[in-house]
Every structure is written in structure tokens, then in C-alpha cells.
Nanobody, 120 residues
């Protein structure tokens, strides 16, 4: 089993910043893509940012220029730096990672989510 543990969420005023972290643990041989999703109340979960094993990145349009995804492969950790936060960024943020176990089996795992609330 691969466990993903997120941290860094909280309450911030509009215009503020937060940095989310997600650490993966388990019998991991390698991790391919790592992603951040978010889900606001009454809305579908949406992909916010993705980073590949070669550190290629992509972002949701609303996050471009404000969000930065990065990873530390030695720590199996992915980060999401969020600047100039807006009330519409309020959501539960989830980490997702896919990769390969030492056994050779593939995995795709989710974290438990961390709440981000941006007040106006």
C-alpha cells in the first residue's frame, strides 16, 4: 500500500499564500506523475496541477501564474505553492500519485485531502 499524507491547508485571506505538501510512503520503486486536485462543495473534483517524473508541469487555467507545483523525488514529496489566493480557490485539495511498487505492480493512490479556505 502507498500512503499519501497531505499537509499545509488552512484559512487565509484573499491575496495570501499557502504551500501544500504531500508525502508518499510505502514500498515504492518509482513515482511517475504526481497531481493536485481540488473539490469545492457542490462541484466536481478538478485537476489543479500535475508534474511528471521529468518535472514537466501543467496547470488549470485559473491557477496559471499563481500556482507552482514541484517535487522532491528523494523524499517522494510533491508541493503546491499557491499565491494570490482567491475565495474561489476554497476547496478540499487532494494529492494523487501513480507509480510502481518494488514488486513491479502499478499503483495509483490518493491522499485524504486538506482543506483550503480563502476569506474575502
Amino acid at each position: 500500500q502507498v500512503q499519501l499524507v497531505e499537509s499545509g491547508g488552512g484559512l487565509v485571506q484573499a491575496g495570501g499564500s499557502l504551500r501544500l505538501s504531500c508525502a508518499a510512503s510505502g514500498s515504492i520503486s518509482s513515482i511517475n506523475a504526481m497531481r493536485w486536485y481540488r473539490q469545492a462543495p457542490g462541484k466536481q473534483r478538478e485537476l489543479v496541477a500535475v508534474i511528471t517524473s521529468l518535472s514537466s508541469t501543467n496547470y488549470v487555467d485559473s491557477g496559471k501564474g499563481r500556482f507552482t507545483i514541484s517535487r522532491d523525488n528523494a523524499k517522494n514529496t510533491v508541493y503546491l505553492q499557491m499565491n494570490t489566493l482567491k475565495p474561489e480557490d476554497t476547496a478540499v485539495y487532494y494529492c494523487n500519485a501513480d507509480g510502481i511498487y518494488y514488486s513491479g505492480r502499478l499503483f495509483s493512490s490518493w491522499g485524504q485531502g486538506t482543506q483550503v479556505t480563502v476569506s474575502s
